[in-house]
């Protein structure tokens, strides 16, 4: 019994050990977007002498995630002796050793090239459709129009037949960091349809392999860079961001972290080197983070209550365009307003809806300026009140979880929220006036009752 017993312990321990050892792939599971990811489709259109031309798209299904400027690096590994001989509405970013070619002298010809978007404003004969942004890549809910991207490719030394011909593998995508994780491209899709500009002909790609690649905070290895700060109109508390939100450095610990706002030499800093740097640059606080969220409970109101949300950007080095704004709130079901931002609810939950995401209205509040004076968006949100649900008690009020361009922010702790109080001075008064008058009016009612009996009498 006892050896038994012994197996099968040593068992669950491997097993745990074995699991502990796996790569951590749940951590791409993203709850409040479930199906998202970006999805890479290559589709070879036509066949050449020693190879075909592809249509390469790359779709951003993600409903809040976007890609930043500079933008994607999409790379693989060629699965034969491939090379690009050229490309349009993309380019790679080395040619790699293409010496043994006399003539006709390829794009690339490295085994694992990494492509890259032309920029805005590339001369027309060498762009293609959906091309040209930059890398910029917009969430699918925001902006779906603007959140594909497209580049043609010639590839030489290849098959010339559905039969020869084999797919690219190991593919990478870079924002222009780590975070994504690709698959194997599948063939078992159908193959994508083409229409032509007058509407008229619709042609088909003669292979289609889709990659799709999914986001983790894990695997990109970043730390927070975003923390929610709180506040109500029953509570002179103001509940901050939580210290080290984004990191402990400063300026003791380690020389040049941040900015003092009131430093003489603080555009001498931010236009100083590195200022074309992906690295942050923060203003000097306590959390340290280069976006700060603020939740302001305002009014209340017999149908209605009313917060406000300011978006703060303490980045110097940082100009968030396309930025948006995920939060849930179980209140959001009743959301009857919401002022300057656009929103749209992602209901993860089905039939529940506790999460709606924001962003800025074009031309007005879509660019979340660098820090300074102008470095902050904000809105102001109106509900309508459920009598079933509604109250101010144990932080209902206050958001359960928020997101800024996709990355969790960091929360203050329940037990700090703002605390409703028990009672106010105002509802004191009120009810003394009203014991007074009751008391008065008692009084009065037990006078009169005595004076009738002493004069009147009973016959």
Known sequence: MAATLLLRLSAAVAIALFVGLLPPSAEAYDPLDPTGNITIKWDITQWTSDGYVAVVSIYNYQKYRHIQAPGWHLGWVWAKKEIIWTMLGGQAVEQGDCSHFKQNIPHCCKTDPVTV????????????????KGGVLNSWVQDPVNAVASFQITVGRSGTSNRTVKAPTKFTLKTPGPGYTCGVPQNVVPPTKFISPDGRRTTQAHVTWNVACTYSQFVAQRGPTCCVSLSSFYSDTIIDCPKCSCGCQN?????????????????????????????????????????????????????????????????????????NLVAQHPNFENISTIFSFNYKALNPHGVINDTTMFWGVKYYNDLLMVAGPEGNVQSELLFQKDPSTFTFRKGWAFPRRIYFNGESCVMPPPDA?????????????????ILS???????????????????????
């Open 117 to 132: 978007d032309l920029l805005p404003g590339a001369p027309l004969n060498v762009q293609f459709a959906n091309c040209c």
């Open 251 to 323: 300026n003791i610990t380690k020389p040049g972290s941040c900015v003092e706002s009131n430093s003489p030499y603080l555009a001498s800093v931010v236009n100083g080197p590195g200022k074309d740097s992906l690295t942050p640059l923060v203003q000097c606080t306590p959390h340290m983070c280069p976006i700060r969220v603020h939740w302001h409970v305002k009014l209340n109101y017999r149908d209605y209550w009313r917060v406000k949300v300011t978006i703060t950007n303490w980045n110097y080095r940082m100009n968030y365009s396309q930025w």
């Open 417 to 433: 929220y703002p605390v409703l109080p028990d009672s106010s001075p105002r509802l004191k008064k009120t009810t003394f006036l």
């Open 437 to 459: 008058i009751a008391v008065c009016a008692v009084v009065a009612f037990l006078h009169n009752h005595f004076v009738l009996d002493k004069y009147c009498g009973k016959s």
